[in-house]
């Protein structure tokens, strides 16, 4: 029986207690409704991939074929999901994103922001009660 080797999806913070990064998790937490520390540090780490992508591009020549093809792909994932307007679909705008812009994107903060649901935290359960409902009409 083989073991399967899943990609990791967050990873913890250096130092553990630095009171300037704890204020700003707990303040994210907050304002986006997010069920835990491990929530803001898996959007913090696929920032980071991201972000170290563009760097390695950025690094290549301006007409590189890896870097025309592969700062394209990067460029349009993150104009698809809605985390970079079209205006700005270049890799030096990629580094300066933040992890509320991909935290904005999240549903359950739309839901919030249209008003569908009463609060952040209603958002959240609508969405779970969402999901679930659409399952059991799925069988």
Do not use: C
Not at 61 to 89: C, Q, T, W, Y
Not at 95 to 108: A, H, P, S, V, W
């Amino acid at each position: 029986m083989s073991h399967i080797v899943y990609s990791k999806t967050y990873t913890t913070p250096r130092r553990p207690f630095e009171k300037e990064r704890l204020d700003n998790e707990l303040k994210l937490i907050g304002e986006f409704g997010l069920r835990n520390k491990r929530e803001v540090w898996r959007v913090k780490y696929t920032l980071a991939k991201i972000r170290k992508a563009a760097r390695e591009l950025l690094t290549l020549e301006d007409k590189d074929p890896r870097r025309l093809f592969e700062g394209n792909a990067i460029l349009r994932r993150l104009v698809r999901i809605g985390v970079l307007d079209e205006s700005r679909m270049k890799l030096d705008y990629v580094l300066g994103l933040k992890t509320e812009d991909f935290l904005e994107r999240r549903l359950q903060t739309q839901v919030f922001k249209l008003g569908l649901a009463k609060s952040i935290h209603h958002a959240r359960v609508f969405n779970q009660t969402e999901a679930h409902q659409s399952s059991q009409t799925s069988r």
